[in-house]
């Protein structure tokens, strides 16, 4: 089982909707989460961050976390054609001695 | 300036030649990273570096070797490349709790033929 799992996606969605992104880890000890957002050729530029159960929203982001089932999620309201990108979860926790460690991310694309 | 510098940009070398990329920062971070990407796959940590005299293999670091010259400075070897080293190589910093994540350089495109 891989540390940090994401679906690849492509993830299609129409300018306007609500675009849903998951993302699951497999160690319990985890205590920061974060979402990055990643253009073709360009370095990953972080977009959250949440380190608590519940809800985090900034702007049209709004980052998910549930620790009892492992897993975060990114909502991205009134999506736009230049959210479409690759988005990385990147998870650091006691097992991976507090490094970070990324899923293989998901392709999403907003249709005009 | 940008906060974490990666030289060179871009990069073409021959199969079994020594390659060094190199990483500075002005962030300040005590924590470095040296990540590859290949298409599909995102990023594979290879090593990285708590401090100056802590230095931990990665996922991937056969065929890597690495150099943590001061704190400000992380770089990262090819001793003798192979194409299948062919990838997108970026360096990173974080805060020792990772509070605000991990700032990424510019990245440095390397191809081995």
């Known amino acids: 089982q891989k540390e940090v799992e994401q679906n690849s996606g492509p993830l299609s969605v129409p300018e306007g909707a609500i675009a849903s992104l998951n993302c699951t880890y497999s160690d319990r000890g985890s205590q920061s989460f974060f979402w990055y957002r990643q253009y073709s050729g360009k370095s990953p530029e972080l977009i959250m961050s949440?380190?608590?159960?519940g809800d985090k929203e900034d702007g049209r982001f709004t980052a998910q976390l549930n620790k009892a089932s492992q897993y975060v999620s990114l909502l991205i309201r009134d999506s736009q054609p230049s959210d479409s990108a690759t988005y990385l979860c990147?998870?650091?926790?006691?097992?991976?001695?507090?490094?970070?460690?990324f899923g293989s991310g998901t392709r999403l694309l907003v249709r005009p | 300036d940008a906060d974490v510098t990666q030289t060179p940009r871009n990069r073409i070398t021959k199969t079994g030649k020594r390659i060094m990329l190199e990483c500075s920062q002005t962030?300040?971070?005590?924590?470095m990273y040296w990540y590859r990407q290949d298409p599909g796959l995102g990023l594979r940590l290879i090593y990285y570096s708590f401090d100056v005299k802590d230095i931990n293999k990665g996922e991937i670091s056969d065929g890597y070797s690495v150099s943590r010259q001061a704190q400000a400075k992380f770089s990262l070897s090819l001793e003798s490349a192979i194409p299948n080293q062919t990838a997108l190589y970026f360096c990173?910093?974080?805060?020792?709790?990772?509070?605000?994540?991990?700032?990424f350089g510019q990245g440095t495109r390397l191809t081995v033929v």
């Open positions: 949440i380190y608590s159960n």
């Open positions: 962030k300040g971070h005590d924590r």
């Open positions: 990173a910093t974080s805060d020792p709790a990772d509070r605000d994540g991990a700032f």
């Open positions: 990147a998870v650091n926790g006691r097992d991976s001695s507090y490094k970070l460690i």
